[in-house]
């Protein structure tokens, strides 16, 4: 069980660094060219003998408008059927090749649709992705899977949240970010209220299990006050899952940000501010801190899984699946097996040319060393447990940790006196400091990190 949260102005300030969110080890910076189709082909190939089960993500690129803040991988269309067919033809043959490398005992237990907007695609498209994905892949049985969906409240039709629940999803996560207008102009992203309140109630009564919310702090034109009302009405709301993003203003790497003047930015006393009323509110309105900006209901799932030390990170964040295999699907998605990362193409045109040809649209990936799997596993459960056992790590790789990362616990000891952990003779433990400075204590054991992370790559700590 993890402790709870505290916070310290004084240090966080101290710790206000730039810093990787760890949905990876080691980050997709490392990504790279060497890595080819073929080594993805075999790699998958030879995670079929370990027969993990699966967890598959889709893509779905377009969005109707821009909002300034936003670092995914879109495009801003209102082509619709004239964009999206011709995309999902490719995605469907994308399906079908994937599908032909894993064996078919392979359950999947795990499925996410992202974007983008997953709802851009109409109710038949939807359905007939759903379809053509049970057809290539072995879709376990209700009660045993996690089908999960983003979807934005601006952009949904009527019967389409009770259409997703009868295709399976039973997770939904609505996007918010700020429910103040002068926020919203600032950013581009215009939403209303009753927008809000129309899809958590059709979600509501469709039965999905988990109810999401995005929010970001750090946004133009926010102040204390604005936000305060903001986290009230997302209070009254009762969502079951809560993410409070801060935003990372990189406008030399995300061109979008571009149209937001970083005058309009509240300055980093008000951020601070903000993250604390945050934690403060949510805490009292009775939401748990599961770590790097998630929030839940005591009975959700994410905080059984942080009870019982179960819970995950992966790239969508925190997860209650373990040990599964994920399988990206559509431009710029994201694979995982046990020894490698692979991406696929980033841009439309190139997606389409590899898929065209008859190939699998892989641009670049990370096959992990030995040592690379070892620190993915600290950072992992200083994440997910807030503990690391030395004992239990040595086992595992078949190492003397305490010889193994000698430097790494010397670069620990400031960490120890400033009490963001405890530095036990044999192990460690995440204090309630250290669990807002999560990102700071695992930048200790990350290889790469002296040589790459740098204001122009990473997002801020807080
Ligand atoms: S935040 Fe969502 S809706 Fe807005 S541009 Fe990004 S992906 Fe599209």
Do not use: W
């Not at 490392?30 to 998958?44: A, G, L």
């Not at 949904?156 to 919203?184: C, H, M, P, W």
């Not at 809000?196 to 469709?206: D, L, Q």
């Not at 979008?256 to 309105?285: G, N």
């Amino acid at each position: 069980m993890l402790p709870s949260i505290q916070f310290d102005s004084k240090m966080l300030k101290k710790y206000d660094t730039f810093g990787p969110r760890y949905t990876s080890y080691p980050t997709a910076i490392q990504f790279n060219h060497d890595f080819t189709r073929d080594d993805y082909q075999n790699e998958v190939r030879l995670s079929n003998s370990a027969g993990r089960p699966l967890s598959l993500y889709f893509h779905i690129p377009y969005c109707k408008s821009l909002c300034f803040f936003c670092a995914c991988n879109k495009i801003i269309t209102h082509s619709e059927t004239a964009r999206t067919v011709p995309y999902l033809e490719r995605l469907y043959t994308e399906i079908k090749m994937q599908s032909e490398l894993v064996d078919d005992s392979r359950s999947t237990t795990q499925l996410h649709l992202g974007g983008g907007t997953p709802t851009y695609l109409s109710d038949d498209q939807l359905s007939e992705l759903m379809s053509v994905t049970a057809e290539h892949f072995n879709l376990a049985p209700e009660g045993q899977r996690e089908f999960s969906i983003e979807v934005d409240p601006r952009a949904v039709r009527d019967n389409t949240i009770a259409l997703l629940y009868d295709l399976g999803f039973s997770r939904i996560s609505f996007g918010v970010q700020d429910l103040n207008e002068k926020v919203q102009q600032g950013v581009n992203r215009i939403q209303t209220y009753d927008q809000n309140m129309r899809v958590i109630e059709a979600a509501r009564s469709s039965g999905y299990e988990s109810i999401s919310l995005d929010l970001i702090y750090g946004l133009p034109f926010q102040t204390l006050e604005s936000f305060g009302h903001t986290l009230d009405s997302i209070i009254a709301m009762k969502p079951d899952r809560l993410a409070v993003y801060n935003y990372a203003h990189m406008p030399h790497r995300v061109k979008a940000q571009k149209l937001i003047k970083q005058e309009d930015l509240p300055d980093p006393v008000t951020r601070l501010s903000i993250l604390e009323l945050t934690i403060h509110r949510l805490q009292e309105a009775g939401y748990i801190y599961i770590g790097m900006d998630h929030f839940a209901l005591p009975d959700d799932d994410l905080v059984k899984a942080m009870e019982t030390g179960t819970l995950q990170r992966n790239f969508q964040g925190y997860s209650t699946h373990a040990d599964t295999d994920m399988i990206g699907m559509g431009m710029t998605s994201i694979g995982k097996t046990d020894n490698c990362y692979s991406q696929n193409q980033r841009y439309e045109k190139a997606y389409f040319q590899a898929i065209d040809g008859r190939q699998l649209p892989i641009m670049q990936g990370y096959q992990l060393t030995f040592d690379d799997k070892v620190r993915r596993e600290i950072i992992q459960r200083l994440m997910c447990q807030g503990v690391v056992e030395f004992e239990s790590v040595s086992q595992q790789f078949n190492i003397e940790f305490n010889h193994y990362f000698a430097e790494e616990l010397i670069l620990l000891k400031p960490l120890a006196e400033d009490e963001l952990i405890q530095l036990q003779e044999h192990r460690i433990v995440i204090l309630p400091l250290g669990r807002l400075l999560l990102r700071n204590i695992a930048m200790v054991f990350d290889i790469y990190r002296p040589r790459t992370v740098t204001d122009q790559l990473f997002s801020k700590v807080i």
